[in-house]
């Protein structure tokens, strides 16, 4: 990093810390004045409106994928969080969105992020507007990264915890639920530009309305950056990744939606190890439609759609492509056979057409796996009873059936009980399988599907507004997860089980300033890492081999990851949030001396990141962002796939939108 890099960086950290203490001293000195008459009494709009973020009240918080219905977080059958608009804009992308939510871990590998659930990577599901970020052709390659706009995002939605049995297979360890905005929340047009580091360049358009019952919305955004990975030393520079992307929605009062995804992207990347550059592009785009309708104690949905996964990596010689087309058709019927019992009923159908998959080598194409189309049939019901005022009970199974694997089962049952006024408890199972993809299968074509077995206890405790406190408990029995062993082969791991808690608090000491923190500890025989045991030849006598035993953590999430943060509003127009990110200690491996040297571990580390914002100043609609990211220049590695990968140096953007 340059010494330019590095003063702009610091010079923006006084900045920030400056603006802060100036508007802790001025909060202060209005402090009377602000309890002795709200903004609302005295005829003042907040320049931040006080949404779902703002608030810890229960009524204010909703999910809609735990049971696909909406309903609070405390009366949710799932260990889940929402991430709301608000905290979206302190963001970038989704994997920093993940980095701060309890269970998750983030790691780099030479490539992209790999991101954790509960200690297994890249191994759930993410959505938007029903269409799954996944296909036999990949269930790993959803997009986390800048190919993926936040702007045109309402809130997400998050499920730690199995979700087969309403969502199929791919909702193997979670679901990531990504709710887009509506018209009548945008009402015009906003234009943003953002710069900063690594030579990084973003625009984005935005617009909505919502007349004579129909509301529409479209997104449009670009992007171009250097990225943080190095350069080789071959006197070329590696070409800027760049990415497009358009999202569209339009929808008829709640009667009919129509929607879709068009996404572009090139991401280069350095190999140290093997010493060459490469480049992937793995977009997802899609087009769904529909339809509701409701009739007295029923409503009735039906929805098709069409999606297309591009896959390109190019090692420069050779070049992999591969082109699939999913489609599918779902319905679902919602009804009350009691007062006090609400019941879902659905099936769907599924056909996956990836038989187009080819290498070009050396100005010549060969069809690399001829034939891959599949089918799955769905049914799923779930019966839902309240058996009392404050304890629901929830049940559910599904039945999924591949043209290739046969048939799975996947079963529910949690309990949901609120006691003591501020109290809420949960006791919940859940089972999931996902299918071996396309991508595993072209390395070994005889893998078995995977399969996870939860348990899960939550206590949690909200105060009004004031303070929450959430413990949730979980065991995790696996079984054939698909993954890369300590030889660098792909296989079927056996018996596996993962433990954990997860602590999380949120506390209000007054209206503008909210305080969180998270901690998530992982335990069981995972942990204790894969071993394989191979032949190398004997270095004192080459003619004869000698039996060496390799131990791999590669796919093991460190035992500790803890998250703290404040937001403060203060003058009116100003906003400012502070990021702590603490990561434990990582094993590497024995018997690979040669990708890590004599390291055993990799140390702990922690990352800060700050960001600020102006809202309404010099004019009315503009908003300002100033985003500083790991900005004490932490040095750390993280685990690539052939060796260590630097972690990204300090870095600093700025943002800049108006709204017409």
């Not at 879709?260 to 439609?289: C, V």
């Not at 080459?542 to 590669?554: A, C, H, K, L, M």
Request: proline content about 4%.
């Amino acid at each position: 990093m340059s010494t330019q890099k590095y003063s702009a960086t610091y010079i923006c950290s006084a900045l920030w810390i400056f603006i802060t203490l100036m508007g802790f001293v001025g909060a202060t000195v209005a402090g009377a004045q602000q309890e002795s008459s709200s903004p609302k009494s005295m005829g003042i709009t907040p320049s931040f409106e006080e949404t779902e973020l703002m608030f810890l009240g229960e009524e204010l918080y909703t999910v809609s994928i735990a049971s696909r219905r909406i309903e609070t977080l405390q009366r949710a059958p799932a260990a889940v969080t929402v991430i709301t608009r608000e905290q979206l804009k302190k963001y970038t992308t989704l994997a920093e969105v993940l980095r701060q939510v309890p269970g998750f871990f983030i790691d780099q590998n030479e490539v992209n992020a790999q991101i954790y659930l509960r200690g297994i990577p890249n191994s759930f599901l993410v959505m938007m507007d029903g269409v799954p970020f996944s296909c036999d052709a990949s269930t790993i390659d959803y997009p986390r990264g800048l190919e993926l706009s936040l702007d045109y995002i309402e809130k997400i939605e998050i499920v730690r915890g199995p979700g087969s049995a309403l969502w199929g297979p791919d909702a193997f360890s979670g679901i990531i639920n990504l709710v887009t905005r509506k018209g009548a929340d945008i009402q015009g047009i906003a234009l943003t530009t953002e710069g900063g580091s690594f030579d990084s360049k973003r625009a984005a358009a935005l617009g909505g309305f919502n007349k004579y019952d129909w509301d529409g919305m479209l997104s449009l955004s670009t992007t171009k950056t250097e990225g943080f990975e190095y350069d080789l030393h071959n006197g070329e520079e590696r070409p800027h990744d760049h990415s497009f992307e358009v999202y569209g929605k339009l929808s008829y009062k709640d009667v009919l939606e129509v929607s879709g995804r068009y996404s572009r992207y090139r991401d280069f990347y350095t190999e140290p190890t093997f010493i060459y550059e490469g480049a992937e592009s793995k977009p997802f785009s899609f087009i769904q439609a529909t339809v509701n309708k409701s009739i007295e104690n029923a409503s009735f949905s039906l929805q098709g759609w069409y999606q297309y996964f591009g896959s390109q990596d190019n090692y420069g010689q050779p070049v992999f492509k591969q082109h699939n087309k999913q489609y599918g058709l779902e319905g679902k019927t919602d009804f009350t056979l009691f007062k006090n019992n609400y019941l879902t009923v659905g099936s769907s159908c599924r056909y996956n057409n990836g038989s187009k998959t080819t290498i070009d080598y050396n100005d010549e194409r060969f069809d690399y796996f001829p034939s891959y189309a599949t089918q799955l049939y769905s049914g799923y019901f779930q019966d839902k009873w309240k058996l009392n005022e404050n304890l629901e009970a929830t049940a559910g199974l599904r039945y999924d059936h591949s043209s290739i694997y046969g048939g799975f089962y996947s079963p529910r049952a949690g309990l949901s009980y609120l006691f003591l006024e501020y109290f809420n408890a949960k006791l919940l199972y859940g089972r999931a399988f996902r299918t071996p993809s396309l991508a595993v299968i072209i390395e070994d074509p005889n893998l078995d599907p995977e399969r996870i077995d939860s348990y899960e206890a939550e206590l949690g405790f909200h105060y009004k507004n004031i303070f929450g406190a959430q413990i949730n408990f979980f065991y995790n029995e696996l079984e054939d997860l698909i993954e890369r062993n300590a030889s660098g082969s792909i296989s079927n791991s056996g018996g596996d089980n993962i433990k954990g808690v997860e602590v999380s608090v949120t506390g209000r000491p007054y209206r503008n300033l909210l305080l969180y923190a998270n901690y998530t500890h992982l335990a069981g025989n995972r942990q204790k890492g894969s071993s394989t045991t191979i032949d190398v030849p004997n270095p004192d006598d080459p003619d004869q081999n000698t039996q060496t035993t390799i131990e791999s953590f590669f796919n093991v999430a460190p035992n500790n990851v803890a998250n703290v943060g404040i937001d403060y509003t203060f003058l009116k127009h100003y906003r400012t949030t502070f990021e702590l990110n603490y990561v434990g200690e990582r094993k590497l491996a024995r018997g690979l001396e040669t990708v890590y040297g004599d390291r055993r571990k990799l140390g702990s580390y922690v990352l800060c990141n700050i960001n600020f914002f102006i809202k309404d100043l010099p004019v009315r609609n503009l908003e300002l962002r100033l985003k500083l990211n790991n900005i004490f220049n932490k040095q750390y590695k993280t685990r690539g796939v052939f060796g260590l990968v630097d972690g990204a140096e300090s870095s600093a953007s700025v943002l800049l939108s108006y709204k017409y």
